[in-house]
């Protein structure tokens, strides 16, 4: 059983002076969660590491880097599956917090609950000892430049998911050489969001759903049309029909623009490897490493590849 790994950087339109550091991300994301794969690590091992990666890097909206809120704030979203269990851990509206993946792991492995928010979310990091990161060093030059140009949340989706501009949740899932599927998923949600908005990213169903009877899937696109369609398990249940990842991804995206008018993107693995990454906004970064091939892609149809050392 060969172990894959396939991460995102979110989909939306993507403009082409972020195209090149987005596909760098995301590629040096999913070396990471292979890396972890191929030293025996589980697939949640790598999928929390896959994001740690993406949650580091500014480019990307998810831990540094993340989006304002109508008050100027970053609130952080999360959620992390085990498709062995169904266990899974997330927080929402969580502030100043460098890695919300590692801490949705800590809510699923150290407490009785399925998530924590806001206060209750930094109150938890505080008593396992998860220093928090002061909001300055979070928020980057290009987020406050955008910020104060936009201060408009629905002239926000309209631009982030239809046209132009804006921004890029992160998430990952993989399969390990036992057969265990995980996925994860993190976000600063979208900019001149209320301030307690919650998206998609940490709701199970929605942002993510791992078992490992069907697969992993980690979602990215206009939050409020990501939760009414529930997207991710919309696709487990496409798959659980029989259709193959690519097929059950693309009749969900194409059932969500058709129902609700939403774009969107989704990476899926199955417990078989089999894996698609797919988007109905203009572009998603995406990359996967299968049999140590890395591949990875911006725009539609793209697939391109490189032969990783052994
Ligand atoms: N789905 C995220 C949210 O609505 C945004 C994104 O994927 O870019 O919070």
Redo the contacts with the bound molecule.
């Keep these: 059983m060969s172990a894959v790994v396939v991460v995102h950087g979110?989909?939306?339109a993507i403009p082409d002076d972020l195209a090149k550091a987005s596909v760098d991300g995301v590629k040096a994301a999913a070396c990471e969660g292979h890396s972890v794969l191929k030293r025996g690590g589980s697939a949640l091992d790598a999928v929390e590491a896959a994001v740690r990666a993406l949650e580091d890097n500014t480019v990307f909206?998810a831990g540094h880097g993340g989006t304002l809120n109508t008050e100027g704030e970053v609130e952080l979203?999360a959620i992390i599956m085990d498709g062995r269990t169904l266990g899974n851990g997330a927080v929402s509206s969580a502030k100043n917090i460098a890695h919300p993946v590692t801490l949705a792991r800590a809510v699923m492995e150290k407490t009785s609950h399925c998530m924590l928010t806001s206060r209750g979310a930094n109150q938890f990091a505080e008593s396992i000892g998860m220093a928090t990161v002061p909001t300055e060093t979070m928020v980057t030059e290009y987020e406050r430049k955008e910020w104060e140009k936009h201060k408009n949340y629905v002239t926000g989706v309209m631009e982030d998911f239809n046209a132009q501009w804006a921004?890029?949740?992160v998430g990952a899932v993989a399969v390990d050489c036992s057969g265990n599927v995980a996925c994860a998923t993190s976000?600063g949600?979208?900019r001149n969001k209320m301030v307690g908005r919650v998206?998609?990213?940490p709701i199970i169903g929605s942002?993510g759903y791992a078992d490992n009877l069907s697969g992993a899937v980690s979602c990215?696109?206009?939050?409020e049309s990501?939760l009414k369609v529930t997207l991710a398990r919309l696709i487990i249940s496409h798959i659980e029909q029989g259709k193959s990842v690519a097929d059950s991804s693309q009749l969900s995206l194409q059932y969500m623009g058709n129902r609700v008018h939403g774009a969107g993107g989704a990476i899926v693995v199955s417990p078989s490897g089999q894996w698609a990454a797919t988007f109905t906004t203009e572009r998603m970064a995406w990359a996967a490493v299968d049999h140590d091939v890395l591949w990875f892609g911006l725009d539609p149809n793209q697939r391109s590849k490189e032969q990783l050392s052994n």
């Design positions: 979110g989909a939306w909206n979203d921004h890029d949740t976000t949600g979208i998206g998609d990213s942002g990215t696109g206009h939050g990501i």
